[in-house]
Structures are given as C-alpha cells and as structure tokens.
C-alpha cells in the first residue's frame, strides 16, 4: 500500500436546496455516509451539515478517485435511506459538488469548520466559498511568497515536525 496524505474538505447540496435534513433524517443520512466513506477506505475527520446540505472532512486514499468516492457515498446513503420505509423518504442530492483539497496543518481548521456548521448558518458566519457547489471553479487561495520560499532547513524541519508522534 503506497502512503498518502491526501485532505479534503467535501460539500454538496439536497436537490433544489431543499431544506429536508432535519435532527431526525440527519442522524441517519450521517450514518449511512459515514459507513460507506469509512469502508472505501477513507479516514473521516469531521461529518455535519445544515438543513440543505452536507461537509465532510476526510482523507480519501488514492486508490479511489474523488469523484467516484463523492458519487458512491451521495448514492448509498440516499438509497438507503429511500428503502428504509422513513416517512420522509424520498430525498435527492443535486449532481454538483465543491472539494477543496489542503495539507495537513489545516486539518484542525477544516474539522472546526465543519463541526460548527449550524452555528456558523444561524450566525451567518459561513464562508461563502466552503459552501460552494456549483460554478466555474473557485478562485485559488494564495498565501504570501515568503511562505512558499522558506528555507530549506526549516522547509526539512516541517517534515520532521509531522514525523513525530502527537
């Protein structure tokens, strides 16, 4: 098995953004997603969502491609849940996705975004481009030259860093 560091921040949307997931579909949508990701072989580091639609933070190995992982996890959970006899079935997830890919030193940030999804929608505090799923692509995110031209030594000493155990 090849090693991988491969992070992803993963988000898309009930059909027509209908605001179907309540506390009661939620819990059981969020189980069917989590067994399927978990069992593709991904590491999930956070699952939540709103009322219209649904982030996950995971590791995705590369055996699989994102979009195929993204699309068999969409349709497990919505058959499952459309068979289970639910009384709000059926649900529908629209085609479009958004996925952000990032390094590990933005784990913590990408996990506590998720994780405090209803309450960044009630306080109006999501960020715009982390709820995107559809459109051309997003503008890319840039840090400041001197981050990406660091030292040598130091650029070793982040990697060594990561090595050790937490």
């Given at each position: 098995m090849p090693y991988w560091q491969l992070f992803y921040h993963i988000v898309w949307a009930t059909k027509n953004r209908e605001p179907i997931l309540s506390p009661d579909i939620e819990?059981?949508?969020?189980?069917?997603?989590?067994?399927?990701?978990?069992?593709?072989?991904?590491?999930?580091?956070?699952?939540?969502?709103?009322?219209?639609?649904?982030?996950?933070?995971?590791?995705?190995?590369?055996?699989?491609?994102?979009?195929?992982f993204i699309g068999q996890v969409k349709a497990v959970a919505t058959t499952k849940f459309n068979k289970s006899g639910h009384p709000k079935a059926?649900?529908?997830?629209?085609?479009?996705?958004?996925?952000?890919?990032?390094?590990?030193?933005?784990?913590?940030?990408?996990v506590n975004y998720v994780e405090g999804q209803k309450e960044h929608h009630m306080n109006k505090s999501a960020i715009p481009m982390l709820e995107r799923t559809r459109g051309e692509g997003v503008r890319l995110l840039r840090e400041t030259e001197e981050y990406y031209f660091i030292d040598q030594n130091e650029w070793r000493n982040e990697f060594d860093r990561l090595e050790k155990p937490d």
């Open positions: 819990s059981i949508i969020y189980d069917y997603l989590r067994t399927k990701a978990i069992n593709l072989g991904a590491v999930l580091f956070a699952l939540n969502g709103w009322r219209d639609h649904v982030h996950i933070v995971a590791a995705i190995p590369p055996s699989i491609a994102v979009a195929k059926p649900i529908y997830w629209q085609s479009e996705y958004g996925v952000f890919s990032f390094g590990k030193k933005r784990l913590p940030n990408y």
